[in-house]
């Protein structure tokens, strides 16, 4: 349980007046803004950091999987095992030794009767089973001898997810757990966590993870009083409705009091500018008359005023709200039935010779105005599909081609490389006059960066290394349609991206003229793309 809980980092307010309550059964779903604490929160929550203000009180045993997972030098899969299932054996340890010491004349059965309980409630006997399951269910290695500094930052992922839910842990605090999964993994998570005996509490943008477990939903965007809102019914589209109808009736509510105040403030500065010239008497009266008529003038507009500020209502800025760009799907002299990018037969092969795209025969071909979802298992070239679409990979053999002057944005899932101490509005100028000079981008079609709805002005004003993992996903966007293109290349783009922005974008994308290809795993979003034609990597068996 946490009251009241506050955080703030050097010169910056990240959590206020947050109180969480999680029980056994539990599964507490916490959604917001990129920026506004989520991952911070978990933290607080665990103890790795102390609350600036407020209490957190924890009972029995916790277990953490955070975003990104370090590689120490020599540290295989099995020392993460070992170390995550460390305490279950030494419950069975404990449970073997009381069992061969037990006399059955003089014994504490009651203490003898706790520790067994505690390894039945655990199921410690069964953890190395486990850990190979979900090891094998969420496709992880499985290679005990295999150190973590060759695996992926998604395959170190999912190996610390699989020992941290073999742990069977009373508190479970996860952190995007959806981000480098499959369908397959997907699907033994959800069970997992739905069948999980204590509490959870999962930060997440998975809608359809939301949808699935959820109990209840914790946002932690600010509201119109600045304080996270709990919504206390299950399933995500609840949740969606209810925000949305209090976001709007702030908008509402801010627009209003925008335009009462402006229209107070207009009469009181026609009020002053009337001293000037109104009050005059006739040309001779004395100075005592003229000097009344002044101060009568003067009391009115003062009295306008104080009601000014006493009817004032202090309503915060409503949160952004995505304004996509009007896009354009051909340039002139273009023929509709041209693709604006093509690639046939691609493959692509990694420095170490692993093969890591092989569509032998397959013709990939996007039109104007086309549309294409590229799905497939974890490791069947989703990403590197896009990256070769996008120029960024060499192809091994076939080929690449793109329309003439065609433009070409792209959302990778690791990003662009970030500037030391460059901010976002330094960062988007140079990018610009890149694009510029290498002739990818027209000077009157461009894409102010503030216009977006992405970032604030705020935030594109600090150095990019000091924003969130979700805000340079934002900025990422943000450059991808900097220059207005033909075609937009998004790999897994809800990742790291709030809820709330995923809706905007997915809609933006279903009406936009430009062509589109989505790589994803995100569940709700093929649901919503389920018209686009489809492209399957994943190997048929």
Known sequence: MAQDIAFSYPGRDVLSHVDVAVSPGTRLGVVGENGTGKSTLLRVLSGELAPSRGTVQREGSLAVVEQEMAAPPGVTVGDVVDASLRALRAVVTELDAAAD???????????????????????????????DVALTRLGACRDRERELATLSVGQRF??????RLAERSDLLLLDEPTNHLDDAGLDYLTGELLAWRGGVVAVTHDRELLDDVATEILDLDPS???RPVLYGQPGYLSYRFAKNQAVQKWRRRYRSERERAAKLAAILDRSYENLSDEWRPPKGSDKHRRATRARQHVKSADRLAQKLEETAVEVPVPPLELVFPELVAMSPGWSPAEPVLEVRSPRVVAPSGAVRLDLPGTRVAVPPSGRLLVIGANGSGKSTLLAALAGALPLDRGTRTVVDGARVGAVTQEGAPVPTDVTGFDAYAREALDLLEAGELDPDHLVPVAFLGLLTEEDLDRPLTELSAGQRRRFDLARALLHVPHLLLLDEPTNHLSIDLVDELTQALRVTPAAVVVATHDR???AELADWPVLDLTPSR
Do not use: K, N, P
Request: proline letters at 0%; hydrophobic letters at 45%; charged letters at 35%.
């Open 158 to 163: 999912r190996v610390r997810l699989a020992c």
């Open 224 to 226: 119109v009083d600045g």
């Open 524 to 526: 709700r979003m093929r």
């Open 101 to 131: 010491a037990f006399d059955h004349e003089t014994g504490d059965l009651a203490a003898y009767g706790e520790i067994l309980a505690r390894v039945e409630h655990l199921a410690a006997w069964d953890a190395d089973r486990r850990v």
